[in-house]
């Protein structure tokens, strides 16, 4: 590995096209499990409505107050959120790449501008090497070293 010479971060290893060709996989990924459980959630609303036709206000109400709090309501719309955010973060760094290199064609953005804008928008994370690190896949670093990993929105199915 070798580290930056502008800021000394370890650069990270790969091709930016490998890089890319990940980031578009996981974005398909993460954009079609957003689209599963938005299908989940609009079905769930769907019951709602379906539920409210048939039934007298009050009772509706209480239902749906009970159905709107519903773990698993809660849940959905939980995972929703975090992937839109996922998902806004991996465009960005994606418009931002291709941008910087295909269109602007910027000599100067490098493999070290790369990963800082993957760790501002939460694509990559910093990591010490430990002791347990150096024999088992770090042995290239020593303890201490700061290394980056994908952060879950990236690590895919490894």
């Known amino acids: 590995m070798s580290k930056c010479k502008t800021c000394g971060n370890e650069l990270m290893s790969g091709t930016q096209t ?5 980031i578009i996989k996981q974005y398909q990924v993460m954009a079609d499990e957003a689209k599963k459980l938005n299908r989940q959630l609009q079905a769930v609303i769907s019951e709602l409505k ?5 039934k007298d206000r009050w009772l509706v109400k209480a239902e749906a107050d009970f159905l709107l709090n519903d773990n698993k309501t809660i849940k959905l719309q939980a995972r929703i959120a975090t992937l839109e955010g996922e998902a806004k973060n991996l465009k960005e760094f994606a418009r931002q790449v291709i941008k910087d290199t295909c269109w602007n064609q910027l000599d100067d953005f490098d493999g070290c501008e790369v990963q800082d804008l993957a760790e501002n928008l939460g694509l990559i994370e910093p990591c010490i090497v430990t002791e347990e690190d150096v024999d088992d896949e770090f042995d290239d670093y ?5 290394i980056y990993k994908f952060s879950e929105a990236l690590k895919g199915g490894e």
């Open 50 to 54: 379906t539920q409210i036709e048939i």
């Open 18 to 22: 490998e890089i890319m060709n990940r």
């Open 142 to 146: 020593e303890v201490g070293d700061t």
